[in-house]
């Protein structure tokens, strides 16, 4: 019996978009959000310009030389993110976010989750980063800890 070693790539598809939001947790009273949250937890919100970056990680089809088809993969992403944030105000218009604080880290998870579900093959999304600014990177790479 002969095995066939396939070499592993990742690819990595960048896109841009625009929303609104205010952090403030349901669990947290006023003051609490006040005191947690600080200029974000500003009633009237403010906004942002993410850069996420989706890294898909597999073997190269030795047919058609990819890991998954980018043509395939910018509707994916169109799809999980785009249409459900780009111009959005997060708190208000997405489902997700009445009872989860928007923070970069429930975004990154939030969008690991609708990838997820519209990758024909899910178990190839490795990361999802996202730039929120400059300076605040989030990774999530589908870790879990715990059981509660
Ligand atoms: N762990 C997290 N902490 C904070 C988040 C977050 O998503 N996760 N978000 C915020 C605010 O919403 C906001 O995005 C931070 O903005 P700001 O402090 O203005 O951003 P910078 O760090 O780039 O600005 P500097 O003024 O240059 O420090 C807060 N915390
Ligand atoms: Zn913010």
Not at 17 to 28: G, W
Not at 38 to 50: D, I, T
Request: with cysteine.
């Amino acid at each position: 019996m002969s095995s066939k070693a396939y070499p592993i790539a990742y690819l990595t598809r960048i896109e841009k978009f625009s929303a609104c939001h205010r952090l403030h947790s349901p669990h947290l009273n006023d003051a609490e959000n006040a005191a947690t949250y600080g200029k974000c937890n500003n009633f009237h919100g403010h906004g942002h310009n993410y850069t996420v970056e989706v890294t898909l990680k597999g073997p190269i089809n030795p047919v058609n030389g990819m890991v998954m088809n980018i043509t395939d993969l910018k509707v994916a992403i169109n799809t999980a993110i785009m249409s459900t944030m780009d111009h959005k105000n997060l708190d208000k218009d997405v489902p997700y976010f009445k009872d989860h604080v928007s923070t970069t880290e429930n975004v990154a998870f939030y969008i690991w989750q609708n990838l997820q579900n519209v990758l024909e093959n899910p178990s190839l999304l490795y990361e999802v980063k996202i730039y929120e600014t400059d300076k605040n990177v989030i990774t999530f790479r589908g870790e879990v800890t715990g059981t509660d």
